[in-house]
């Protein structure tokens, strides 16, 4: 499928990660996709060694959604891409074409998973720089100001002349992005986030 495509050349297809440690150096590919259930070697360590080895040459984890501890694992050895098996042929190849040209690449549903996890350590923690991660838009944190102000979505929909189900969006992916569930979290967040330090008022509604 990979060689019908004008633009995209396989230069090997090798069964374990000690034939692909030797013919990477020479043939010096662009991208190395690697099988996460290798079954003669560790898919982790193959990954680093291949990068090691060709510095120039991106790598693609290619297997079942992982955990958020083994992305974090699989970053630092040096993977730029990660694609499901039940992926489409399309999203295949834009991975391997996204990656080639220097883009990172993760799953949707992985995307949205740690975007919520990187939200809920910060506050777990107090990592205001974790939190940063997270990027609200402009209008998102104009709308955050106006919940914790107390007004409801029509009130802010006239206070930013938008319409009500914009506003609607906006408190969606606000709470997604964050990895909370209600508007009363997204206030009490805001009154966190202004609140002086040593500040320990609980705020209730």
Request: glycine share 6%.
């Given at each position: 499928m990979l060689n019908a495509q004008d633009d995209l050349t396989v230069v090997a297809a090798l069964a374990d990660g000690?034939?692909?440690?030797?013919?990477?150096?020479?043939?010096?590919?662009?991208?190395?996709?690697?099988?996460?259930?290798?079954?003669?070697?560790?898919?982790?360590?193959?990954?680093?060694?291949?990068?090691?080895?060709?510095?120039?040459?991106?790598?693609?984890?290619?297997?079942?959604?992982?955990?958020?501890?083994?992305?974090?694992?699989?970053?630092?050895?040096?993977?730029?891409?990660?694609?499901?098996?039940?992926?489409?042929?399309?999203?295949?190849?834009?991975?391997?074409?996204?990656?080639?040209?220097?883009?990172?690449?993760?799953?949707?549903p992985l995307t949205v998973s740690l975007f919520s996890q990187i939200a809920g350590l910060a506050v777990l923690r107090g990592e205001d720089q974790a939190l940063k991660a997270v990027q609200l838009t402009k209008r998102e944190r104009e709308v955050v100001d106006l919940i914790a102000a107390g007004m409801s979505n029509k009130e802010i929909a006239q206070r930013l002349n938008i319409a009500t189900y914009t506003v609607k969006s906006h408190v969606h992916n606000i709470l997604e992005k964050l990895a909370l569930h209600s508007r009363l979290q997204i206030a009490a967040h805001a009154h966190k986030k202004t609140a002086p330090k040593g500040d320990r008022r609980r705020f209730v509604r």
């Open positions: 000690e034939e692909a440690l030797r013919r990477v150096p020479a043939a010096k590919p662009d991208v190395v996709l690697v099988d996460q259930a290798l079954r003669n070697g560790d898919a982790l360590q193959l990954a680093q060694t291949v990068r090691q080895a060709s510095p120039k040459t991106k790598v693609i984890l290619m297997g079942l959604l992982p955990i958020h501890e083994d992305v974090v694992q699989y970053v630092q050895a040096g993977v730029s891409g990660f694609v499901l098996k039940a992926a489409t042929l399309d999203d295949f190849l834009h991975a391997i074409r996204s990656v080639a040209q220097g883009a990172n690449i993760l799953p949707p």
